[in-house]
């Protein structure tokens, strides 16, 4: 993702979150002037943002875990691959960084949540009210590195 990204990253943004706080364009330019995040996009052919994925690589050694920031596929360009492609390209930084990958997922969010417990995520708790200011429930979400899910809830 470089700057010139960051409005077709707010476009989406406000078409798939219209009532939970979407992301304006400058929050996408202040997470990639942040050293310890990652972000990938998916262009169409008139370098147009299809697709865009964010996560925190924090910490080092033992106390070393990533957290998913966001992702996001155009409704026209949905269940193509895209969405999995770019949390597998987080996810394989996560698993290079090391420790544990942590997001929230609205609860009632099933194509997302088939998606990430595909991926070796499994749900550990429950924010209440933390979408705003829809007021949605979230699942918070975990994943060991290399997608193991042992000793983890479902």
């Known amino acids: ?19 939970d706080g979407p992301w304006p364009e400058e929050a996408f330019l202040e997470e990639l002037r942040s050293p310890h ?23 080092t050694g033992s106390g070393a875990e990533a957290e998913i920031h966001t992702i996001g596929v155009d409704p026209s360009a949905q269940r193509r691959g895209i969405g999995r492609a770019l949390l597998t390209d987080a ?38 009210n933390y979408y705003r200011p829809s007021g949605a429930d979230a699942y918070t979400m975990r994943r060991e590195p290399g997608g193991s899910t042992e000793g983890q809830p479902s």
């Open 91 to 128: 996810l394989a930084a996560a698993d290079a960084h090391g420790g544990p990958v942590f997001l929230e997922v609205r609860t009632d969010n099933e194509a997302a949540l088939a998606l990430y417990r595909s991926t070796g995520f499994s749900i550990v708790g429950t924010r209440r």
């Open 37 to 59: 995040v990652r972000y990938r996009v998916v262009r169409d052919d008139d370098d147009g943002v299809m697709g865009y994925a964010g996560i925190a690589l924090l910490g």
């Open 1 to 19: 993702m470089v700057p010139a990204d960051a409005a077709g990253c707010a476009r989406l943004e406000r078409i798939l979150f219209p009532g």
